[in-house]
């Protein structure tokens, strides 16, 4: 819609009172103006033909996307003038002496649907599926091999996107400056949780630094590909920054692209407009919605740590198998020679030769072993500390929600009642003009910070709503999880069950024919 010249502007006092209610019908219910993109809807039920809407439009002025009350009165009685058959000129209005035609659009209780239909739009629907969401980018973030084994002042990660083939260094203080700046500009979203830091001492080849490092590596790459596949972060230009940006510092860099835009209640084109879309139970669903996630988590975290002691026992029968092998290659080894008895009645020395060569088959047993344990490692416990990490995040941004936009709202609130208290005092006590009207002008900023707060409140619902259907988009990836884990040992019994299958008939040379079982009595 283009903005022409602003003849034909139309007096309020003119207009009869069936434009202000058409006005109240589809207004924005937060301020004064009309959505341009109501207007459109509104022209749609004229029945006029397209040339003439085109023209009804070009002369109407929707900067920003919206239409002034004036505005939309101007274009009501253009609309009157083509649906009675004359051209509909800014032209004809400048002249008119008697009240503006009324134009036929229908009982105006009826136009307010016009302004509930962004609802069942994309305005607060979320439009993905799990596979558009994984499909965003994938990141990986590994050590830089230069840095292993050396003593440590800091450890630096090579950050690499599929999305934007590049690869990047960074530090842990720089995941740090970039969740400090992404919560900054987006309260009201899941932001997820860094891994803790510590200060390292020693040297990397310590065990316990070693494994401390390899968890902090895998939850930092949870943490960006999580902040990569949000339908908002992905396109933000902090992610863009934080994982392009090849320069010394990427800190400031990040601060001050933060610093440019502010917060999303600022620069989001619907965050006064939130209450409009947020459906009547709101405080329900949220409720409702909160409750069923968190019983999810919990029962993932349980399904979690059995995971993780299965992969404890595969590396426990990683090294008992290997151990096995060990202790039968040693008796095989052993030299010691047999006293003549044992060597007439005795077939040790054949068994202690062959037990030797036994210890091969239990070697390759311990590895298929240690190879299930980094299966079930990679493949389930790792997809499922990510499904945590985001249902995790969910329940840090309804705590966000209730501790912080609620609190402040309710502080805001106490301290407007005191102003307004001291003011009626003041007022009964007749005490000096000046600061009778310095508190008048502080209630008038409290009330405008009330305001704020309230709009703020609203919007944080708007986007708690987002959230929790981005959460819902997510929970399919527990099929995955489960597939994950029943793929998983399917192949570490097949590759096993060979082994096994392989090494039986190697008995028949120990044990005769029955191959190991119990001889009969």
């Not at 009240?99 to 302004?115: D, I, T």
């Not at 940006?245 to 407009?273: H, P, W, Y």
Request: proline share 3%.
């Amino acid at each position: 819609m283009t903005v022409r010249a602003m003849a034909g502007e139309v007096n309020e006092g003119s207009v009869p009172a069936y434009y202000r209610e058409v006005y109240e019908a589809i207004r924005c219910r937060t301020d004064e103006k009309v959505q341009a993109e109501v207007f459109q809807r509104l022209l749609l039920r004229t029945d006029l033909s397209k040339a003439a809407l085109s023209q009804i439009a070009e002369h109407v002025d929707s900067t920003d996307g919206f239409l002034t009350k004036l505005s939309l009165y101007k274009a009501l009685a253009l609309i009157a003038l083509a649906q009675q058959g004359k051209n509909p000129s800014p032209k004809l209005l400048e002249n008119f002496i008697q009240e503006l035609p009324k134009p036929q659009l229908g009982e105006p209780r009826e136009l307010s649907a016009l302004r509930m239909e962004p609802a069942q739009d994309n305005v607060l629907t979320i439009s993905q599926t799990l596979e558009k969401l994984l499909a965003k980018d994938t990141i990986q973030v590994e050590l830089i091999p230069e840095k292993k084994g050396l003593f440590l002042k800091h450890v630096e990660y090579q950050v690499t996107s599929q999305r934007y083939k590049i690869s990047v260094y960074r530090r842990y203080s720089d995941f740090d400056v970039f969740h400090e700046v992404l919560l900054q500009k987006f309260a009201y979203r899941v932001v997820p949780a860094l891994p803790p830091k510590r200060m390292l001492k020693g040297v990397l080849t310590s065990v316990s630094e070693r494994e401390f490092i390899e968890g902090r590596r895998r939850a930092l790459g949870r943490f960006i590909n999580l902040v990569a596949r949000h339908p908002l972060f992905s396109e933000d230009e902090l992610v863009k920054t934080f994982l392009t940006f090849s320069g010394s510092d990427v800190q400031t860099r990040l601060r001050d692209t933060c610093k440019k835009t502010g917060d999303e209640f600022m620069i989001n084109r619907i965050a006064t407009q939130a209450k409009e879309y947020l459906p009547a139970d709101i405080q329900a669903q949220f409720s409702t919605s909160r409750e069923l996630i968190k019983n999810i988590h919990n029962s993932f975290q349980r399904l979690r740590d059995r995971a993780e002691k299965m992969v404890e026992r595969s590396k426990e029968n990683a090294t008992d198998l290997l151990q096995f092998g060990r202790e039968l290659s040693a008796l095989g080894s052993d030299a010691s020679a047999l006293p003549s008895l044992a060597s007439s009645q005795s077939s040790w020395g054949t068994l202690r030769q062959s037990f030797k060569s036994l210890s091969v088959e239990f070697a390759v047993l311990s590895d298929k072993a240690t190879q299930q344990g980094r299966r079930e490692e990679d493949d389930v416990v790792e997809k499922l500390n990510f499904f945590l990490d985001l249902l995790q995040s969910y329940r840090d941004l309804c705590e966000r929600h209730e501790k912080g936009v609620l609190h402040e709202h309710q502080r805001v609130l106490h301290k407007y009642g005191m102003m307004k208290r001291q003011m009626m005092s003041a007022t009964v006590q007749s005490k000096e003009q000046a600061s009778v009207e310095q508190l008048e002008s502080r209630i008038v900023q409290q009330e405008s910070a009330i305001q704020t707060m309230e709009l703020r409140n609203y919007f944080s619902l708007f986007c708690l709503h987002q959230e929790t259907q981005l959460i819902f988009t997510y929970l399919p990836i527990t099929s995955h999880i489960l597939g994950a884990f029943v793929n998983s040992h399917v192949q570490g019994h097949r590759e096993m069950g060979e082994v096994w299958n392989e090494l039986q008939p190697k008995l028949g040379c120990l044990f005769g024919s029955n191959n190991g079982l119990k001889p009969p009595i």
